[in-house]
């Protein structure tokens, strides 16, 4: 694949063949953070489609001086996120449903490999679960590694509050897992 600074200037330039290869570079990045943001599937292949069409839009605003593509594509994902949530007047309370009754319904598979996967799709619900200041945090830190510094500018927010933000994530995540979380019928 092309170089990604020479793919950049020729996107900007407005060469739709180049943000095609950017958007096929990136697409599985920003899927990735949408589904563990939005907590749906069909939420996140919105947002994908909203990230890239306002990637296209703004190709004469992006300045690499100021930031890394992928620092402001980060960005970008992380408010279109949090402005799908805005808009949702009922979020679904189970994020991607359909792959947790795959899970539940297969007899294939061996106990400990459902049980893995149970317990990912009960992390995956509770990370859902968490307010918009907290989730992009902690879903930029631990599912895409990223390091404080560059969460603190795709979050706009000061270094400082980067790490709190995250350790705060980290104890309500605990709260929601643990054995006391279950409702009054034994269900998470």
């Known amino acids: 694949m ?3 600074h020479k793919l950049i200037r020729r996107w900007q330039r407005g060469d739709s063949q180049a943000f095609e290869l950017l958007f096929l570079k990136y697409e599985g990045l920003v899927f990735r953070s949408a589904v563990l943001m939005t907590g749906n599937r069909q939420q996140a292949e919105d947002v994908l489609q909203d990230v890239f069409t306002s990637v296209w839009d703004a190709r004469g605003s992006y300045n690499p001086k100021k930031a ?7 960005r970008i994902t992380v408010n279109r996120c949090i402005d799908n949530h805005r808009r949702q007047k009922l979020r679904q309370p189970c994020p991607e449903s359909d792959a ?9 598979l061996p106990e400990e490999e459902v049980i893995n996967k149970l317990e990912c799709q ?5 990370v859902s679960r968490l307010d918009d200041r907290h989730r992009p945090a902690l879903v930029l830190r631990y599912f895409h590694d990223l390091p404080y510094r560059d969460i603190a500018e795709i979050l706009d927010i000061p ?11 980290l104890g309500l ?3 929601e897992l643990s054995p006391l979380a279950l409702d009054n019928e034994g269900r998470f």
């Open 2 to 4: 092309e170089d990604t």
């Open 100 to 108: 947790f009754e795959m899970v539940a319904d297969s007899d294939d």
């Open 173 to 175: 995540l605990r709260q």
């Open 122 to 126: 009960r992390l995956l619900q509770a």
């Open 68 to 74: 890394k593509f992928i620092t402001w594509l980060h």
């Open 159 to 169: 270094l400082g509050t980067v790490k709190p933000r995250i350790h705060n994530a």
